[in-house]
């Protein structure tokens, strides 16, 4: 059983930083991780994604050189710091755990367990 807790979203204006954090609990030591967010209208997008064993990262065209995923096996947490936010990222944000062990947390479709999400909103 796999449990991932949000932390972290709110309200900044553009330019500003916000980080998430994701609490996991149950067999995730062992499991990629990411970072998806969504907004109405449209599907679910895999935004970051970090490796099992936190060497390998993945991170969609736009939010390239801005955000950095990050992971602490220790404390079974993940995060996303989120720099030079823009509105275009205002969005609910999931953490996410890959479905497998010893996921690259890379592609969107091997994941399989989502957080309940955490809303960021960038103004303008």
């Known amino acids: 059983q796999v449990q991932l807790v949000e932390s972290g979203g709110g309200l900044v204006q553009a330019g500003g930083s916000l980080r998430l954090s994701c609490a996991a609990s149950?067999?995730?030591?062992?499991?990629?991780m990411g970072w998806f967010r969504q907004v109405p209208g449209k599907e679910r997008e895999l935004v970051a994604g970090?490796?099992?064993?936190?060497?390998?990262?993945y991170y969609t065209d736009s939010v390239k050189g801005r955000f950095t995923i990050s992971r602490d096996n220790g404390k079974n947490t993940v995060s996303l710091q989120m720099n030079s936010l823009k509105p275009e990222d205002t969005a609910v944000y999931y953490c996410?755990?890959?479905?497998?062990?010893?996921?690259?947390?890379?592609?969107?479709?091997?994941?399989?367990?989502w957080g309940q999400g955490t809303q960021v909103t960038v103004s303008s």
């Open positions: 996410a755990a890959d479905r497998a062990a010893y996921g690259l947390g890379y592609p969107a479709g091997g994941y399989g367990y």
């Open positions: 149950g067999r995730t030591l062992q499991y990629g």
């Open positions: 970090i490796s099992w064993n936190g060497r390998t990262t």
